[in-house]
């Protein structure tokens, strides 16, 4: 028999969208012959506490909403082995489910929870001073994207996905370079570099469908590491900005591509590193690559771009 469903829902992601979507979820899994219990988030801790409680009781943990609970409910999960984690789309940018193929359709999204693959998927690791390790689904970076991040934030919920977008050209407008130390572990290379961000990708895709690192891969235990230098303020609008959306800003020489388990990463003024749409560590800090740390429900056809490398083993069937 499956494991009983605890569908943890943030009813404010997505303006709103994850409160919508979760009754139809809870719907279709009931339909599809599982136990489920909703149970609403009040903050990320609040999340975590959830799943805790739902990961000791043996149910799989289903987070509605988007990649910010999601980081949450993966780093609490990577301290229970053997739990589970599925996920029905329910905010803005939904990066995440859509490097997995997970579709937005609610009814779509239940049935891989059904009946999906069990796969073992990587996490980043940040490690902050005088703060607990955090751990992140997607892309954690700093510099140009804090300040975009910050703004993202506070917009108003009707401007959906293209908040991101919103945040980056409002960012623009005050932007001055920054000098930031990198050190790559391995090679036990350091870089200096004077530019916009630097960021680390344990997947493709950040800030509504921008393919940052389109080559990050959830199952190597390496980060891409994406650093973009000194361009000007026209170049990142007309060139750097539009080509994101496919990758293809990887092409441009002002952008470089390293590859690590672990990065360390400073800079000449603070910037606090946002990862998952979220604040979660300041520079000075580490990012670390956890392979295989937590499971997740993904779907038995991959998408056409997979995060994973063709024949990847999956811990089992659902």
Known sequence: ???????????????????RVAPVAVEALRALGLTV????????????????????????????????LLGALADELRAHPGSVLGIVPGGRGNDFARVLGIPNDAHAAA????????QS???????ARDAEARAFVGIASAGFDSDANGIANEAPPWLGALVYAYGALRALAAWRP??????????????TIVGYSVGAANSKAYGGGMRAAPGAMLDDGLLDVMVLGAVSKRVFLTRILPRVFKGTH????????????EISLSSDRPFSMYADGDPIGDLPLRVSAARAAITVLTPRTPPPDSAFAPGAAVAGGA
């Open 1 to 19: 028999m499956a494991a009983p469903v605890r569908l943890l829902v943030n009813p404010a992601a997505g303006g709103g969208r994850a409160a």
């Open 37 to 68: 219990e909703r149970s609403d988030t009040r903050s990320l801790e609040h999340a975590r506490e959830l799943a805790r409680e739902a990961a000791r009781a043996g149910e799989t943990v289903v987070g509605v909403s988007g990649d910010g």
């Open 111 to 118: 049935a891989i929870i059904a009946d999906g693959n069990l």
């Open 121 to 127: 998927v990587d996490l980043g690791i940040v490690h």
């Open 178 to 191: 920054a000098s930031f130390e990198i050190e790559l572990d391995p090679p036990g290379e350091r870089h």
């Open 250 to 261: 990887v092409e441009e020489p002002a952008v470089k591509v390293f590859r690590a388990r």
